[in-house]
């Protein structure tokens, strides 16, 4: 190992034959998934040769390095996978949408028609005229004025009254 970490391409060679099989085997027992455990042990071993000068001999075996190296990164793999999954259900479980009913939303539609055609109806003349014209066919104040040949201030005062009996009849609260 110490031979590899000075760029020995054939010592390395020889620690690839040795350790290779020891470390596909921890990493399989980890993971249990053939392909990751494929990957998995290929980066290993290709870190092992990327900071093989980083072994240290006084502080233990070659051997016991790499397969401290591949015992983290399979751990590091399962955790990943893990948070990954967690993350995914989360996801999952906010994006829970409530089924759209679109009998039940057609059904609520018209009862909610029917209910302001009601109320329209309980408004006097000239308030109706005035939240007809300036809510369904869009006029603003003076242009509603103009057309019921009334004053500003009045369509205003109509519209006004006409909205707060609106809002009584429809049980709307302020």
């Given at each position: 190992?110490?031979?590899?970490?000075?760029?020995?391409?054939?010592?390395?060679?020889?620690?690839?034959?040795?350790?290779?099989?020891?470390?596909?085997?921890?990493?399989r027992?980890?993971?249990r998934?053939?392909?990751?455990?494929?990957?998995v042990?290929?980066?290993?071993?290709?870190?092992?040769?990327r900071?093989?000068?980083?072994?240290?001999?006084?502080?233990g075996?070659?051997?016991?390095?790499?397969?401290?190296?591949a015992?983290?990164?399979?751990?590091?793999?399962?955790?990943?996978?893990?948070?990954?999954?967690?993350?995914?259900?989360?996801?999952?479980?906010?994006?829970?949408?409530?089924?759209?009913?679109?009998?039940?939303?057609?059904?609520?539609?018209?009862?909610?028609r029917?209910?302001?055609?009601?109320?329209?109806?309980?408004?006097?003349?000239?308030?109706?005229?005035?939240?007809?014209l300036?809510?369904?066919?869009?006029?603003?104040?003076?242009?509603?004025?103009?057309?019921l040949?009334?004053?500003l201030?009045?369509?205003?005062?109509?519209?006004?009254?006409?909205?707060?009996?609106?809002?009584?009849?429809l049980g709307?609260t302020?």
């Amino acid at each position: 190992m110490v031979r590899a970490g000075r760029g020995d391409r054939e010592a390395f060679g020889s620690v690839y034959d040795v350790v290779s099989g020891p470390v596909m085997g921890l990493v399989r027992r980890v993971l249990r998934d053939p392909a990751q455990s494929e990957e998995v042990t290929q980066d290993v071993l290709v870190e092992t040769w990327r900071i093989a000068a980083r072994f240290r001999p006084d502080r233990g075996s070659a051997m016991t390095w790499v397969m401290v190296l591949a015992h983290r990164r399979a751990v590091d793999r399962v955790r990943s996978d893990q948070a990954r999954s967690d993350r995914e259900q989360k996801a999952a479980l906010l994006d829970v949408t409530t089924p759209f009913d679109e009998v039940t939303e057609e059904v609520e539609t018209r009862l909610e028609r029917e209910q302001v055609r009601r109320c329209l109806r309980m408004l006097t003349d000239i308030q109706r005229e005035s939240v007809t014209l300036a809510y369904y066919q869009g006029l603003t104040h003076k242009e509603v004025a103009q057309s019921l040949e009334l004053p500003l201030g009045t369509v205003k005062t109509r519209l006004r009254d006409g909205l707060i009996r609106l809002r009584d009849c429809l049980g709307v609260t302020p």
